[in-house]
């Protein structure tokens, strides 16, 4: 089957660090895509790894290990506009580009 | 630029009902995606469409779901007999192709209210 993990809440104060984990098992895999998506908003796309390493984008970087199906956006200098959810999601096998997401991790940001 | 844009924003209906959801995607973008998201839930994939063919219907959750594609842009979901169930956000997100490289670029999603 295919599933995503990543936990439900995480909590963090401003001007941290903080991890998001995910783990995923899809029947094949092609990429890695972190969204961020404000509450009643369009999620807006953050990151895609395709290949095993970091990716770093400003304050944002993803990591991917494909070996231990296994992912991770930080996020450094937390601000309160940070506060958001946060969807990984992988794009499995077959060439469609559909996205098979995690149930997402809502991160708040406290002063 | 334009970005993908959705309508209705919201929508009530009564059980048994039909409606209609409409997508515009991104001018040029000829892939199309659907995806539902429940409360508390990720995001669920419904169907994808190149141009105006649906190759990937898999993720439609019963055969009163279905949707279409004209022109290779705007495309319209129908749910038929509504149920309770079926009260989500239905988001809708285009790409430039089909293709593991093609970032989905998602619209504002319209929130379906089923009494």
């Known amino acids: 089957g295919q599933n995503i993990d990543q936990p439900t809440e995480m909590t963090a104060t401003e001007g941290a660090i903080v991890q998001i984990n995910c783990t995923y098992q899809?029947?094949?895999?092609?990429?890695l895509f972190w969204y961020q998506q404000h509450a009643g908003e369009a999620p807006t796309f953050l990151s895609y790894?395709?290949?095993?390493g970091l990716e770093e984008k400003g304050r944002f970087s993803s990591f991917l290990s494909r070996s231990k199906g296994y992912s991770y956006l930080l996020l450094k200098e937390l601000q309160m506009k940070d506060s958001a959810s946060y969807l990984c999601?992988?794009?499995?096998?077959?060439?469609?580009?559909?996205?098979?997401f995690g149930q997402g991790t809502t991160l708040q940001v406290k002063p | 630029g334009a970005g993908v844009s959705q309508s209705p924003s919201n929508k009530v209906t009564e059980k048994g009902k039909d409606v209609e959801l409409r997508c515009d995607p991104i001018?040029?973008?000829?892939?199309l995606y659907w995806y539902r998201q429940s409360l508390g839930q990720g995001l669920e994939f419904l169907i994808y469409?190149?141009?105006?063919?649906?190759?990937?219907k898999s993720g439609l959750p019963s055969d009163r779901f279905s949707a279409e594609r004209t022109g290779g842009s705007v495309s319209t979901l129908t749910i038929q007999r509504t149920q309770q169930e079926d009260s989500a956000v239905y988001l809708c997100?285009?790409?430039?192709?089909?293709?593991?490289?093609?970032?989905?670029?998602f619209g504002p999603g319209t929130r379906l209210t089923v009494l």
């Open positions: 469409f190149q141009g105006n063919s649906a190759p990937d």
């Open positions: 999601a992988a794009h499995g096998s077959g060439n469609t580009g559909k996205l098979i």
């Open positions: 997100a285009s790409s430039l192709g089909e293709g593991e490289y093609n970032e989905q670029f």
């Open positions: 001018s040029g973008h000829t892939a």
């Open positions: 790894n395709v290949l095993d």
């Open positions: 899809t029947s094949g895999f092609n990429g």
